[in-house]
Structure formats: C-alpha cells, structure tokens
Nanobody, 125 residues
Framework: QVQLVESGGGLVQAGGSLRLSCAAS????????MGWFRQAPGKEREFVAA????????NYADSVKGRFAISRDNAKNTVYLQMNSLKPEDTAVYSC??????????????????WGQGTQVTVSS
C-alpha cells in the first residue's frame, strides 16, 4: 500500500511562490511515476505536472509551463512542486498521485493508482 501526504499549501498573494511536498510511504519510491493534480471548487480535477520514475522525463499542463517545476528526491521518498508567479486561477486543492513503473508519464487521473488527501493553495489578487 502506498500512502501519500502533501504539505506546503497556504495563502499567498498573486506573483508569489509556494513549494509543495509529497512524502510517500512506500518501498522502492524510485520505481513510481509521480504526478500533481489540482481541483478548484465546481471544476473537475486537472493535471498539473508529472515526473517519470527515472526522473528523466517530465510533463506539464500548458497553464503552468514556465511557472511550475516538478522534481523528486528518491532518497527522501518525496516529490516537490515549485510554484512561481502564482495567479488567482491557480487556487485549488493540490493532490499528488503515484503509479508504479509507468513507461509513460500519465496526464489523466485514471493513469494513477494512489492519491494523497490534498493541500489547499489559495492565491489572492
């Protein structure tokens, strides 16, 4: 069983930055592809970013390219999402997700097997 716990959310002004962390309780974390998704009130869950198990391949939603960066530290069983130049439309609950050994970097929720509870990010204008 994989347990994922997000942290780092909060309230920030537009233009500010936050770094989200997702700690995984799992053996062989390095074999899991990790993703970040977000869901705003009244909207469907949407893909934000993902990083392949090997760490060599990443994927980003067009809306966050150039502003967000995903990374991982396999020694710490943790994946990060650095969010810069935040906008009010980035306000959402951000959740991390994991899938074992994917050959691709999934960009849809169905591509992942395990989910964290989420952390709230609120960007004020």
């Amino acid at each position: 069983q994989v347990q994922l716990v997000e942290s780092g959310g909060g309230l920030v002004q537009a233009g500010g930055s936050l770094r989200l962390s997702c700690a995984a309780s799992v053996r062989s974390f390095s074999t899991y592809t990790m993703g970040w998704f977000r869901q705003a009130p009244g909207k469907e869950r949407e893909f934000v970013a993902a990083i392949r198990w090997s760490g060599g391949s990443t994927n980003y939603a067009d809306s966050v390219k150039g502003r967000f960066a995903i990374s991982r530290d396999n020694a710490k069983n943790t994946v990060y999402l650095q969010m810069n130049s935040l906008k009010p439309e980035d306000t959402a609950v951000y959740s991390c997700a994991a899938v074992l050994g994917s050959l691709i970097v999934p960009t849809t929720p169905r591509g992942y097997n395990y989910w964290g509870q989420g952390t709230q990010v609120t960007v004020s204008s």
